[in-house]
């Protein structure tokens, strides 16, 4: 069964960068669309991006969309999102979700906070 976990998160300042990895095992990551997800307090889980399992077909949602790039490192069992010009309003816990294809999220993480100040 495939098991997920991010890391890098951290507490930055408006302006930054940060990159999160999503690292999977238990199985091999390259067969699956990942997909990154966030968690405000007091909202609803809000998607943020996705990649297909070749690497294809990126999308973003439009709140991050030219700022937020996911990428992924099959070799490394990997994903990740580079998040850039980082907003107060990006603070939340971000997951990320593995499925055979978008939509279908199978697998979970159990996130990695982000916290932006002003």
């Not at 990159?19 to 999977?24: E, G, I, P």
Request: net charge neutral; glycine share 14%.
């Amino acid at each position: 069964q495939l098991q997920l976990v991010e890391s890098g998160g951290g507490l930055v300042q408006a302006g930054d960068s940060l990159r999160l990895s999503c690292a999977a095992s238990g199985g091999a990551i390259s067969s699956a669309a990942v997909g990154w997800f966030r968690l405000a307090p007091g909202k609803e889980r809000e998607f943020v991006a996705a990649i297909g399992y070749s690497g294809s077909g990126p999308s973003y949602s439009d709140s991050v969309k030219g700022r937020f790039t996911v990428s992924r490192d099959n070799s490394k069992n990997t994903v990740y999102l580079q998040m850039n010009s980082l907003k107060p309003e990006d603070t939340a816990v971000y997951l990320c979700a593995a499925g055979p294809s978008r939509g279908y999220w199978d697998y979970w993480g159990q996130g990695t906070q982000v916290t932006v100040s002003s």
